[in-house]
Each structure stands twice: as structure tokens, then as C-alpha cells.
């Protein structure tokens, strides 16, 4: 089948679709558009998620790119998809690349471009790394050099800059307990490293290709055993993100549903209102008996941007 880029990169079937040569045709393509990148001497780097085979596709990807003479920085671990999209912004990359299929069925991986500026890239280098895939065939491979490569630690960096840009000792304080359920995918830890673990319950928080039947997409058809879970687990709040945890929903303290639509325009809201310009907040938080003073302490907002990336995507 052929390979077919969308809006945010290409994915397909894992060993039907998505296999190591049409990687290889696609890591080509997009190696072609780095070099002619003004970044390019900084090189890109590459990250993957928790499904079957990310770890080694990412590897084959970095070695692709370092047989065309770029710099690469793969990333040592799995990570989340925001955390690329800051290492490739702070870092002045020529782009980055994420092996994901981000919230679809656990059968699929994907190949997905980040541009310079860390979010998706646009539809006209969509169309550009598409055109020299057409040539794909014709450009030397060459051979992998490993001189090029540098494992990085992508999700530290991001953990680090969360932790410098939120007040979490306000969310500490507050006595707030929280839910994240991680739906096997690669934000699992991170908000357990931000804060204590006396303060967040791990839930799917551990690898699991299959993804438990189901797909890692943080809407109510794939929560209803959490949702059990969470009326018995005396958390105040629940944090969900997807498969890469650039998608992201919430339980409010009653265990209802919130969904990233309502939750952004809520806390621009709170922002606006308040005339907040800076990300580094430091409103106090001084009771417990409802999440939704947790969101108002505008400290949440943060972090649910930043991990669902959008502090970037405007």
C-alpha cells in the first residue's frame, strides 16, 4: 500500500502497512527536507511511544537519518509527543519525529513531523517530505553512523521544565489526590515524578502493547472500568492522556466526564479574566473540597497544556 502522509504524518497496520521499508522510504523523504532545513546543522531528533516495535523503529529511524549525514537525538526511552515538541523548540532542531499512532487501535504505528517551531508540521512541508517520497528509491542510503546518534533523556528535559515553570508546591499543598491514568501509553510516570506519590494514584501505568483492548484515546467509551475505579480510589481530580499524552480529559471531583474542549476554554477563561501573562503562577490553593479550586489555582492549567502540548500549538 502506498505511503499517505495526513495532517500530522502517516500511520498504518503494523507489519502490513507500517513496516521497515516503507519506514525506511519515509525516513528518506523526511531526511531529504531536514538538509534543506536552515536548522539542519543542529540535526532533529526522534522519539517513539509504548506500542509494539516503537523502541526498534525509532532506532532504524535515527540510524536512517545518520546515514544522511544529520545529527540526530533519539530519545533513550519512550516520551511524550510534547516533550519532542520542546526539545526540538528549545534545541533550534530542523524538526523532530515521533514513531506513535497516537489514541488509535493498538494494530497501528505511525511516523508523525514536528517542524521547527515543535508542533505538527504544516501542510506545505507535509507536501514537500510527500514529493521527495516519490523519489524515495533513487537516494543513497549510505550507511548508518553511529557518531551521529546521541541517546538524550527528552522526557527529563520536559519534566524539568514543567517542574521549573509550575508551582507545585502549591498543588502539594493543597492535600488535592490525583488520578492519572496514563492508558498505557508514554506519559505514565510523569506526573508521579512531578509530584510525590503520596499525592497521585498510578492507574495503566505500566507497557502494554495491546493497550488492554482497546484503544488509548481518553474519551468515556475507553473509561468506564476507570471511571469505576476512580469513585473507589478517593482521589479529588483524574488526569487522563492518550497513547503519546498529547490528548488529554479529566474526571472532576463527582467522577464526571470533562472533555479538552471544555477544559481549555474554562481555564483561558480564568486566565483572561485575571489578565495572567506569565506561565509561572502562584496563585495558593487552600481547600480540598473540590477539583475545581484545583483548576482555579490556574497551576493546573499549566500542566495540562503543556501535556497536551499546547502550549505550542499556537
Known sequence: MPIKFGTDGWRGIIAKDFTFAN???AALAAARYFKSHPNAANGV????DTRFLSEQFARYVAETFSAQQLKV????SFTPTPAVSLFVRD???????????SHNPPAYNGFKVKAEYGGSAHPETIAVIEAHLQHATTIPCGQPNSTLIELADITGYYRNYLASELNLQAIAQSGLRIAHNAMYGAGQGLVSALLSQSHVVAYHCTINPT?????????????????????????????????DAD???MLDEHGRYVDSHKIFPFCSNILLSKKA???KLRAPMRSRKSSIKFVQSMDFWCTTCLLASSMWAS
Open 23 to 25: 519506514l525506511k522510504s
Open 45 to 48: 531528533c526522534v522519539g517513539y
Open 73 to 76: 537525538f533519539l530519545a533513550h
Open 91 to 101: 534545541k533550534h532542531l530542523a524538526g523532530g519525529i515521533v514513531i506513535t499512532a
Open 211 to 243: 493497550f488492554d483492548g482497546i484503544n488509548p484515546e481518553p474519551i468515556p467509551n475507553y473509561l468506564q472500568d476507570f471511571m469505576a475505579f476512580y469513585k473507589q480510589s478517593g482521589c479529588d481530580i483524574a488526569i487522563i492522556t492518550d497513547g
Open 247 to 249: 490528548r488529554i480529559g
Open 277 to 279: 501573562c506569565a506561565v
